[in-house]
Protein backbone atom coordinates (compact mmCIF):
# COMPACT_ATOMS: atom_id res chain seq x y z
CA UNK A 1 0.00 0.00 0.00
CA UNK A 2 1.46 3.68 -1.20
CA UNK A 3 1.93 5.64 2.16
CA UNK A 4 0.04 8.92 2.65
CA UNK A 5 2.40 11.71 3.50
CA UNK A 6 1.38 14.06 6.25
CA UNK A 7 -0.53 16.63 6.00
CA UNK A 8 1.69 19.75 5.33
CA UNK A 9 0.61 23.01 7.03
CA UNK A 10 0.61 25.41 4.06
CA UNK A 11 -1.44 24.30 1.16
CA UNK A 12 -0.03 25.08 -2.45
CA UNK A 13 -1.42 28.34 -4.19
CA UNK A 14 -4.70 28.22 -5.86
CA UNK A 15 -5.65 28.43 -9.30
CA UNK A 16 -5.97 32.20 -10.51
CA UNK A 17 -9.58 30.99 -12.76
CA UNK A 18 -11.12 28.09 -13.45
CA UNK A 19 -9.86 24.82 -14.90
CA UNK A 20 -12.74 24.81 -17.71
CA UNK A 21 -11.18 23.75 -21.25
CA UNK A 22 -7.76 22.00 -20.40
CA UNK A 23 -6.28 21.22 -23.59
CA UNK A 24 -3.09 18.40 -23.07
CA UNK A 25 0.09 19.66 -25.87
CA UNK A 26 3.05 18.37 -27.01
CA UNK A 27 4.95 21.55 -27.99
CA UNK A 28 5.17 25.01 -26.48
CA UNK A 29 3.72 25.88 -30.30
CA UNK A 30 0.66 24.40 -29.50
CA UNK A 31 0.37 26.58 -26.11
CA UNK A 32 0.99 29.33 -28.21
CA UNK A 33 -1.76 28.70 -30.68
CA UNK A 34 -4.38 27.43 -28.15
CA UNK A 35 -3.70 30.50 -25.63
CA UNK A 36 -4.20 32.74 -29.65
CA UNK A 37 -7.61 31.49 -29.43
CA UNK A 38 -8.64 31.93 -26.50
CA UNK A 39 -7.86 28.89 -24.09
CA UNK A 40 -6.62 29.65 -20.65
CA UNK A 41 -5.74 26.39 -19.50
CA UNK A 42 -3.01 24.36 -21.18
CA UNK A 43 -0.57 21.49 -20.23
CA UNK A 44 2.31 21.20 -22.10
CA UNK A 45 3.35 17.03 -21.57
CA UNK A 46 6.75 16.98 -23.49
CA UNK A 47 8.05 13.23 -22.80
CA UNK A 48 12.00 12.69 -23.14
CA UNK A 49 11.47 9.69 -25.76
CA UNK A 50 12.79 11.43 -28.99
CA UNK A 51 13.85 14.48 -27.33
CA UNK A 52 16.84 15.99 -25.59
CA UNK A 53 17.19 17.29 -22.10
CA UNK A 54 18.28 20.75 -24.26
CA UNK A 55 15.10 20.03 -25.97
CA UNK A 56 12.68 19.39 -23.50
CA UNK A 57 14.11 22.99 -21.82
CA UNK A 58 13.71 24.70 -24.46
CA UNK A 59 9.94 23.88 -24.91
CA UNK A 60 9.47 24.61 -21.21
CA UNK A 61 10.94 27.86 -21.26
CA UNK A 62 9.12 29.14 -24.56
CA UNK A 63 5.21 27.33 -22.96
CA UNK A 64 6.23 29.24 -19.53
CA UNK A 65 6.92 32.52 -21.59
CA UNK A 66 3.76 32.45 -23.80
CA UNK A 67 1.77 31.76 -20.79
CA UNK A 68 3.00 34.88 -18.96
CA UNK A 69 2.51 37.43 -21.81
CA UNK A 70 -1.35 36.26 -21.66
CA UNK A 71 -3.07 37.72 -18.67
CA UNK A 72 -5.08 34.80 -17.30
CA UNK A 73 -3.41 32.52 -18.52
CA UNK A 74 -2.45 28.78 -16.36
CA UNK A 75 0.00 27.20 -18.34
CA UNK A 76 1.22 23.79 -16.34
CA UNK A 77 4.23 21.99 -17.12
CA UNK A 78 3.80 17.75 -16.98
CA UNK A 79 6.68 16.06 -14.81
CA UNK A 80 9.93 18.46 -15.76
CA UNK A 81 9.20 20.17 -11.93
CA UNK A 82 13.02 21.30 -11.89
CA UNK A 83 13.06 22.80 -15.21
CA UNK A 84 9.53 24.31 -14.95
CA UNK A 85 10.89 25.77 -11.15
CA UNK A 86 13.90 27.70 -13.01
CA UNK A 87 11.57 28.91 -15.65
CA UNK A 88 9.35 30.46 -13.16
CA UNK A 89 6.51 28.84 -14.50
CA UNK A 90 2.65 29.01 -13.34
CA UNK A 91 1.88 25.68 -12.28
CA UNK A 92 3.54 22.02 -12.75
CA UNK A 93 1.41 18.36 -12.92
CA UNK A 94 2.71 15.34 -11.55
CA UNK A 95 1.76 11.61 -11.56
CA UNK A 96 1.51 9.53 -8.84
CA UNK A 97 5.28 8.29 -9.82
CA UNK A 98 6.62 11.74 -10.19
CA UNK A 99 4.90 12.32 -6.59
CA UNK A 100 6.80 9.57 -5.28
CA UNK A 101 9.92 11.02 -6.66
CA UNK A 102 9.74 14.82 -5.70
CA UNK A 103 7.92 13.61 -2.61
CA UNK A 104 9.80 15.80 0.60
CA UNK A 105 12.47 18.70 0.09
CA UNK A 106 11.53 19.24 -3.78
CA UNK A 107 7.63 19.37 -3.18
CA UNK A 108 8.02 21.76 -0.42
CA UNK A 109 10.56 23.69 -2.71
CA UNK A 110 7.92 23.89 -5.35
CA UNK A 111 5.06 25.36 -2.59
CA UNK A 112 7.71 27.44 -1.61
CA UNK A 113 8.04 29.33 -4.94
CA UNK A 114 4.20 29.69 -5.28
CA UNK A 115 3.92 27.44 -8.21
CA UNK A 116 0.72 25.55 -8.97
CA UNK A 117 0.43 21.84 -8.37
CA UNK A 118 -2.13 19.35 -10.40
CA UNK A 119 -1.80 15.77 -9.37
CA UNK A 120 -2.89 12.78 -11.15
CA UNK A 121 -4.98 10.18 -9.35
CA UNK A 122 -6.76 7.11 -10.93
CA UNK A 123 -7.93 5.28 -7.77
CA UNK A 124 -9.56 6.79 -4.37
CA UNK A 125 -6.37 5.40 -2.56
CA UNK A 126 -4.39 7.81 -4.76
CA UNK A 127 -6.60 10.11 -4.67
CA UNK A 128 -6.50 10.37 -0.70
CA UNK A 129 -2.83 10.47 -0.97
CA UNK A 130 -2.63 13.54 -3.49
CA UNK A 131 -5.52 15.39 -1.51
CA UNK A 132 -2.78 15.08 1.53
CA UNK A 133 -0.40 17.33 -0.20
CA UNK A 134 -2.82 20.01 -0.29
CA UNK A 135 -2.37 20.41 -4.17
CA UNK A 136 -4.18 23.75 -6.44
CA UNK A 137 -6.50 21.14 -7.82
CA UNK A 138 -6.88 17.13 -9.00
CA UNK A 139 -7.08 14.83 -11.84
CA UNK A 140 -9.02 11.81 -12.14
CA UNK A 141 -8.92 9.47 -14.65
CA UNK A 142 -8.81 7.84 -16.98
CA UNK A 143 -12.80 8.80 -17.86
CA UNK A 144 -12.79 6.08 -21.10
CA UNK A 145 -10.46 3.87 -22.69
CA UNK A 146 -7.42 5.63 -24.34
CA UNK A 147 -4.95 4.63 -26.58
CA UNK A 148 -2.28 7.82 -26.22
CA UNK A 149 -1.19 6.42 -22.96
CA UNK A 150 -0.92 3.09 -21.90
CA UNK A 151 -2.61 2.90 -18.42
CA UNK A 152 -2.65 -0.19 -15.72
CA UNK A 153 -6.09 1.26 -14.77
CA UNK A 154 -9.79 0.63 -15.63
CA UNK A 155 -11.77 3.13 -17.13
CA UNK A 156 -13.59 5.39 -14.36
CA UNK A 157 -16.66 6.54 -15.86
CA UNK A 158 -19.09 8.70 -15.47
CA UNK A 159 -20.92 7.09 -12.19
CA UNK A 160 -17.40 6.89 -10.04
CA UNK A 161 -16.44 10.40 -11.82
CA UNK A 162 -19.07 11.81 -10.26
CA UNK A 163 -18.56 10.18 -6.88
CA UNK A 164 -14.85 10.73 -6.69
CA UNK A 165 -15.40 14.25 -7.38
CA UNK A 166 -16.86 15.01 -3.98
CA UNK A 167 -14.17 13.11 -2.46
CA UNK A 168 -11.95 15.42 -3.86
CA UNK A 169 -13.42 18.51 -2.19
CA UNK A 170 -12.22 20.94 -1.40
CA UNK A 171 -9.86 21.17 -4.61
CA UNK A 172 -11.03 21.70 -8.10
CA UNK A 173 -11.14 18.34 -10.64
CA UNK A 174 -10.04 17.67 -13.99
CA UNK A 175 -11.33 14.79 -15.79
CA UNK A 176 -8.42 13.34 -18.30
CA UNK A 177 -8.94 10.42 -20.54
CA UNK A 178 -10.26 9.37 -24.14
CA UNK A 179 -12.87 12.55 -23.49
CA UNK A 180 -13.65 13.82 -26.89
CA UNK A 181 -15.66 16.93 -27.99
CA UNK A 182 -18.96 14.82 -28.01
CA UNK A 183 -18.44 13.51 -24.50
CA UNK A 184 -17.41 16.67 -23.19
CA UNK A 185 -20.81 17.86 -22.00
CA UNK A 186 -21.45 14.61 -20.32
CA UNK A 187 -18.38 14.54 -18.58
CA UNK A 188 -18.54 18.15 -17.04
CA UNK A 189 -22.01 17.57 -15.89
CA UNK A 190 -20.48 14.96 -13.26
CA UNK A 191 -17.76 17.54 -11.84
CA UNK A 192 -19.89 19.83 -9.15
CA UNK A 193 -17.40 22.80 -9.03
CA UNK A 194 -17.23 25.91 -10.60
CA UNK A 195 -13.47 26.24 -11.13
CA UNK A 196 -13.87 21.95 -12.73
CA UNK A 197 -12.17 20.92 -16.09
CA UNK A 198 -12.30 18.82 -18.45
CA UNK A 199 -8.64 17.66 -20.40
CA UNK A 200 -8.66 16.64 -24.02
CA UNK A 201 -5.57 15.98 -26.06
CA UNK A 202 -6.50 14.48 -29.31
CA UNK A 203 -10.15 16.44 -29.46
CA UNK A 204 -7.85 19.44 -30.41
CA UNK A 205 -4.42 18.52 -31.71
CA UNK A 206 -5.74 15.66 -34.08
CA UNK A 207 -8.94 17.73 -35.46
CA UNK A 208 -9.14 18.77 -38.93
CA UNK A 209 -10.16 22.41 -37.72
CA UNK A 210 -7.95 22.51 -34.12
CA UNK A 211 -9.19 26.25 -33.76
CA UNK A 212 -12.82 25.66 -34.08
CA UNK A 213 -12.38 22.56 -32.05
CA UNK A 214 -10.67 24.84 -29.34
CA UNK A 215 -13.62 26.94 -29.97
CA UNK A 216 -16.49 24.07 -29.40
CA UNK A 217 -14.20 23.14 -26.50
CA UNK A 218 -14.91 26.49 -24.61
CA UNK A 219 -18.12 26.88 -24.96
CA UNK A 220 -18.98 23.22 -24.02
CA UNK A 221 -16.68 23.72 -21.32
CA UNK A 222 -18.27 26.73 -19.45
CA UNK A 223 -20.41 26.90 -16.73
Known amino acids: MTPTPPVPSTPFAPLTGPLGFYPVVHDAAWVQRLLGWGVRTVQLRCKAAGHTPAEIAREVRAAVEFGNQVPGAQVFINDHWKLALDAGAYGVHLGQEDLTAAEGADIEA??????????????????????AVRPSYLAIGPIYPTTL????????????LKE?????????VVAIGGISLERLPGVRACLPGQNDGVAVVSAVTLADDPEQAALAGLRLAAR
Open 110 to 131: LRRAGLRLGLSTHTPAELARAR
Open 149 to 160: KVMPYAPVGLAQ
Open 164 to 172: WALLAAPYP
